[in-house]
C-alpha cells in the first residue's frame, strides 16, 4: 500500500482487479440491497486505518467487526462555537450579531450556562426585537440539548482500536447526535492522523438545503483532513438529500442500486449522460457498484472483508452468484458450494470457523461468542442463531420500508418548501410581468439540482461537462439564493475582520504578516486570534492564504465567477461582487 491504494474489488465482467485511492468518499444506493456498509468496511479494513463510525438508528444493520467506544464530547461554549450552533437551527440564515452572541456566552463555560445567561438578557431585550428572537431560537435549541448532554456519559478521549470504533448514539435526539458527530470531527482534525470518519445517514446530518453542526464542520473536515490522511466516508441511500459541497470533494463516488427515477436520473447524470440505462442502475444486484475512482470510472463487485479473493473474483466474472457470498457472510462456518459444483477457492477455506472474524482487521478478540458457538454448534444454538438471523432479517426489511416512507416524505416536504420560497422570493416578479401562470414544478426544481450537481461536477472534471440550459427564471432563482448566502455569511463576520477583508480587497494581495501589522499597527509575535480571523474569511470564500507565497490573497470575485459560471452574464456578476462588497461596509444603525 505504500502509494495508498487498496483492493476495492473487481471488474464485473473481465474480474480485473479495482483499486482506489484513499480519499474522501461517498457511497451511496439502496438500504440492505447495495450494500453500502459492507463496502466501507472492506475499505477500511484494507485500507489498515482506523475508523469512527456511529450508530444513528436502532435496527441499523451495523459492520460485521467493529470495537465499540464510549461516544466522545468535548462541550465547548465560545461564541463561535455558539453562532454556530445558532446557525445550524435557522433555516435560512438570518442576518444575526455577534455581540448578542458574545453575550450571552460570557464568562459561561457550559452551554448550560449559556442558556442561563439567555434567559436573562430575553428578560431585558425588549418584545419582538431582533434579539430576542435570536434569543429564543438559541434558547429553543439549547432546551433541547443541554438536558441531553447531562444525561449521557461521554468520554473526553478517543481510544482507538485498529479498524471500525462505533459510537453508539441511538438513544440521542438528533440534535445531540450532530453535536457528538462535530466533537468527534474536531478532535480528529486538531489531534489525530490516519482516521477515516463515517458520517451515517447523511441526509441527517448532513443535508443539502439546511444546517446542521456536523454539516457546518464538514468543509473545514475535508480541506484540513486530506493533508494528513484524515477522511470523510459519506453513507447515503441518495443524493438528493446530502449536501453537494461536501459530496463535490470527495474524490471516490461508489454508486449502487436505485430505483425511485430522479435518483436513478442523477446516478446516470454523474456517469455521463447516457453512458448507462436507468434499467442497468435499476437492476445494480448486491454488491455491485458503478465507482467514479479519481478519473476513472468502473462497474465493480466489492470485494467484502473477510471473503477469499478468488471467490470474490468469480462473483465479478459472473461465475458464482453474489447471494452465495451473502450466505458465506451471514453463515461462515459453512462454504459456499453451488449445486453440482465446487468452487476452486483460491485463498485456503477458513481453518478454523473463527478465522473469517480474525481477518477483519484483527479484530477476533472482540468476538469470543463466536468461536464458543463455532467449537459447539448444538443443535439448539444453532436454531437460536437462525431465529435470530431470520428475525434481523425482518427487523431490517421493517427498517427499509421505514426508511423509504421517511424518504419520501421529506422529499416531498423539502419540494414543497422549495416551491413556496422560490415563488415567493424570487419568481414572483417574472411571473407577474408574465402576467400567464406556471408555476415551477417539482421537476423543475430537480432540474436546477441536478444542473448544479453537473457543474460542480464539471468543476472537478471538464471533459464530462455537457452544458444544460436553465431558463432564465432559474438561473435568477440559483442566483439570487447564492447572492443571500453570501451576503449573511459575510454579514455575521465581526467588524475587525471585515476590516481584514477589506485591506486585503484593496490590495488584491498582501503578505501575511504586513497584513497584521497593517491593521494591528503593531510587529511582533501574532496572536492566535488573527489566524482564526483569517480562517473565518477563507471559510467565507473571501481571502485564501498560500502557504507557498504567504500570502493573503482576495478570492471573492473569482469565487463568484465560478459559482454562477453558466447562471448569469458578466456586467450581473461584476454587480454581484459590488454589492457583496458594500455588504462588508458598516452599517449605520
Ligand atoms: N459485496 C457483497 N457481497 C455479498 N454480500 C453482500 C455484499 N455487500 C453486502 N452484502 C450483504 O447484503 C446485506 C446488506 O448489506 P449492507 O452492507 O448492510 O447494505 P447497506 O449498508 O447498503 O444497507 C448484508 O447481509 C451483507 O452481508
Ligand atoms: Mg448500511
Redesign the pocket.
Known amino acids: 500500500m505504500s502509494d495508498n491504494r487498496i483492493l476495492l474489488g473487481f471488474e464485473v465482467g473481465t474480474g480485473k482487479e479495482v483499486q482506489m485511492r484513499l480519499h474522501h468518499t461517498v457511497v451511496t444506493?439502496?438500504?440492505?440491497?447495495?450494500?453500502?456498509?459492507?463496502?466501507l468496511e472492506a475499505i477500511i479494513s484494507r485500507s489498515g486505518k482506523r475508523a469512527i463510525a456511529f450508530k444513528a438508528k436502532r435496527g441499523e444493520?451495523g459492520f460485521n467487526a467493529y470495537n465499540e467506544i464510549l461516544p466522545f464530547f468535548n462541550e465547548r461554549a465560545d461564541w463561535q462555537y455558539v453562532a454556530s450552533l445558532l446557525e445550524a437551527t435557522l433555516r435560512e440564515k438570518l442576518k444575526f450579531e455577534r455581540p448578542w452572541i458574545m453575550r450571552a456566552t460570557k464568562g459561561a463555560k457550559t452551554l448550560r450556562e449559556v442558556m442561563e445567561n439567555i434567559s436573562m438578557l430575553k428578560a431585558e431585550s425588549s418584545g419582538g426585537s431582533l434579539p430576542e428572537n435570536i434569543y429564543t431560537a438559541l434558547e429553543e435549541y439549547l432546551k433541547i440539548v443541554v438536558p441531553q448532554i447531562e444525561k449521557f456519559q461521554f468520554s473526553k478521549t478517543l481510544e482507538l482500536k485498529d479498524g471500525i470504533n462505533v459510537m453508539d448514539l441511538t438513544e440521542m435526539s438528533v440534535e445531540l447526535q450532530s453535536l457528538v458527530i462535530r466533537s468527534t470531527m474536531e478532535h480528529v482534525i486538531s489531534e489525530l492522523r490516519d482516521v477515516i470518519v463515517i458520517i451515517p445517514e447523511a441526509w441527517e446530518h448532513l443535508p443539502q438545503g439546511r444546517n446542521t453542526p456536523v454539516k457546518l464542520y464538514a468543509e473545514t473536515f475535508i480541506r484540513k483532513g486530506a493533508a494528513i490522511g484524515n477522511f470523510l466516508f459519506i453513507?447515503s441511500q441518495d443524493i438528493a438529500g446530502v449536501d453537494k459541497t461536501s459530496l463535490r470533494q470527495c474524490n471516490n463516488w461508489i454508486l449502487?442500486r436505485q430505483r425511485e427515477a430522479h435518483e436513478v436520473e442523477r446516478v446516470r447524470e454523474i456517469l455521463g449522460r447516457n453512458r448507462f440505462s436507468a434499467e442497468e442502475i435499476r437492476a445494480l444486484p448486491?454488491?455491485h457498484f458503478y465507482a467514479v475512482l479519481g478519473n476513472e470510472l468502473k462497474k465493480v463487485?466489492?470485494?467484502?472483508a473477510g471473503?477469499p479473493y478468488k471467490l470474490g473474483r468469480r462473483?465479478a466474472t459472473g461465475e458464482v452468484p453474489?447471494g452465495k457470498?451473502?450466505d458465506y457472510?451471514?453463515n461462515p462456518l459453512e462454504e459456499p458450494k453451488p449445486k453440482g459444483r465446487q468452487i476452486p477457492v483460491g485463498d485456503p477455506p477458513p481453518k478454523a470457523p473463527s478465522s473469517l472474524k480474525e481477518r477483519i482487521g484483527g479484530l477476533g478478540d472482540i468476538l469470543p461468542i463466536d468461536r464458543d458457538k463455532a467449537r459447539d454448534p448444538s443443535q439448539s444454538s444453532r436454531r437460536i442463531e437462525e431465529l435470530e438471523a431470520k428475525l434481523s432479517r425482518r427487523e431490517a426489511e421493517v427498517t427499509t420500508l421505514r426508511d423509504e416512507v421517511a424518504l419520501l416524505r421529506r422529499e416531498l416536504e423539502k419540494n414543497a418548501a422549495k416551491v413556496a420560497r422560490l415563488e415567493a422570493a424570487t419568481v414572483q416578479s417574472v411571473l407577474s410581468a408574465k402576467g400567464a401562470g406556471g408555476g415551477i414544478s417539482v421537476d423543475d426544481i430537480n432540474l436546477i439540482v441536478d444542473a448544479r450537481m453537473h457543474q460542480i461536477l464539471q468543476f472537478d472534471r471538464p471533459t464530462q461537462f455537457i452544458s444544460i440550459d436553465v431558463s432564465k427564471r432559474l438561473r435568477e432563482a440559483i442566483k439570487e439564493k447564492f447572492v443571500r448566502d453570501m451576503a449573511a455569511r459575510i454579514r455575521v463576520l465581526p467588524r475587525e475582520t471585515l476590516v481584514l477583508a477589506m485591506v486585503v480587497r484593496e490590495k488584491g494581495e498582501v503578505k501575511r504578516g504586513e497584513l497584521y501589522s497593517l491593521v494591528y499597527g503593531s510587529a511582533g509575535r501574532i496572536p492566535e486570534e488573527f489566524y482564526s480571523e483569517l480562517q473565518m474569511l477563507e471559510d467565507a470564500h473571501l481571502v485564501a492564504y498560500s502557504k507557498a507565497t504567504g500570502k493573503v490573497a482576495w478570492t471573492m470575485d473569482s469565487y463568484v465567477d465560478a459559482e454562477l459560471k453558466g447562471f448569469s452574464d458578466d456586467d450581473t456578476r461584476t454587480q454581484v461582487k459590488e454589492y457583496l462588497a458594500s455588504v462588508m461596509l458598516p452599517t449605520t444603525g
Open positions: 444506493g439502496m438500504t440492505q440491497l447495495s450494500g453500502k456498509t459492507t463496502t444493520e453513507d449502487g448486491l454488491g463487485y466489492v470485494l467484502p471473503v462473483v453474489v457470498i451473502k457472510l451471514e
